[in-house]
Every structure is written in C-alpha cells, then in structure tokens.
C-alpha cells in the first residue's frame, strides 16, 4: 500500500458544527502532515506529527484540533469554524528524522464552511 | 528564508511538444521536490532530488546544486500531463518544512 487515503472527499459544514478529518497510511512513515490550501496558492503547513508526537504548529487556530492516535492515522478536528476557512485540506507522510524524505499526499478534503 | 522561484507561472503547448519549467530558490537546500496537481486535486510527488538528474517515463528533472536551479522537463507532451507542476525545497534547520514554489499552470491543448 503506497498511498494515504483521506476521508471524506467533500465536506459542507456550519459554522457552529463539529467535524473531524481522517487520514490513514500504512507505509510505515512515522511523519504526518495536515496542510491548508486555498485557490491557486502554494499549500500551507498546519501541523507535523513525528512518532505520533505533535512536532510542529504552524501557530494555527485553536479550531482546528489535531490528533495521532496510532502511527497510521491523523486526524482534524474542527469546531466553530468560519467561512474563511473553506479550503483544501490535504495530509502528507514520510519516513521521519532523515533529511532527503519524499512525501506521499493524500487527494484531500475539499472543506466548505457556510 | 528560502525563496523558491517558478518559470512561467502559465504555460500553454501543443500535444507532442517539449516542455520545461524552471525552478530556482535562494539558499542551500537538502533536497528539491517536483510535485504535480491536478485541478480540484490531491499532490502527487514526481521527483525528489538532491543531485543530478531524474527519469521516469516522459518526466526528467534535473538539478545544479551550484546554480540553485532545477528544471524539470515534459517530452512528447499530451493533454493528460495539463496540470499545475510545484517545486518546493526542504532547507533550515527542519527536516518537515517544505518551501514551495507558487506553481506553473501548464496546458496542453490536443
């Protein structure tokens, strides 16, 4: 298995639900990613997970709530989002703690806060 | 900072011609990554370079550490390779951040 899988594909939420996005591989890498990317811009870091420890927070939102519970999956949880928030929502992976790592993407989550 | 740089930001080409999109960033990296877009879609990883030069199938993608440039090259081009094509190059101190390139538009009409 070489790919990460991300669930749901689409996602329409209000403003006052509560959410989560799923990602799951099982190549072994024990890095994970989740990065935001609006319309035809660069995607943008959000969160690093290394061994199922959070490594890195790109001073993100506290609406956006990440969580490792096993070395395969990574998830995003999202409460009181807003509008500005609609994006595409992508998670990477790779082997952790070398310096030439490629990266496996996922397909996405196309997020729409209304 | 790094500074990535991507040449054209739009290309357009016929089906069956050579293309290349050039890439150039500011400071000493440990690898360079060309990664391909789809509209509406997920990134795929093409390449991962640290020297030298990379081929799979249609694809090449060259480095010059030197320079601080790398190119990335299309033969025979066909409507299915329209894509957005991104560089981004992992340097610092981290080994998780990547500095991406804001993306070249490539389409290929048949």
């Known amino acids: 298995d070489t790919e990460v899988t991300q669930t749901p594909k689409h996602l329409v939420m209000g403003m006052t639900n509560k959410k989560s996005l799923k990602c799951e591989q099982h190549m072994g890498h024990r890095a994970m990613y989740w990065y935001k990317q609006k319309a035809k811009k660069p995607p943008e870091l959000m969160f690093v997970y290394s061994y199922e420890k959070l490594s890195i927070n790109e001073s993100v939102p506290s609406r956006f709530s990440p969580e490792c519970p096993n070395s395969s999956l990574l998830n995003l949880h999202l409460h009181a989002l807003q509008p500005e928030d609609s994006a595409l929502y992508l998670c990477a992976s790779s082997q952790a703690g070398l310096k030439k790592i490629p990266y496996t993407f996922g397909s996405g989550t196309r997020l729409t806060v209304v | 900072k790094n500074e990535v740089e991507q040449s054209p930001q739009n290309l357009t080409a016929q089906e069956g011609e050579f293309i290349t999109i050039n890439c150039s960033y500011s400071?000493?990296?440990?690898?360079l990554h060309w990664l391909q877009q789809h509209p509406g879609g997920g990134i795929v990883s093409l390449f991962m370079l640290s020297s030298g030069k990379k081929k799979h199938g249609r694809l090449i993608a060259t480095i010059n550490i030197q320079e601080k440039h790398s190119s990335l090259h299309i033969t025979a081009s066909h409507p299915r390779d329209s894509a957005v094509y991104i560089c981004?190059?992992?340097?610092?101190?981290?080994?998780?951040?990547?500095?991406f390139g804001k993306g070249t538009l490539l389409t290929v009409n048949p």
């Open positions: 981004a190059v992992n340097s610092g101190g981290s080994n998780y951040k990547l500095t």
């Open positions: 400071v000493g990296i440990s690898a």
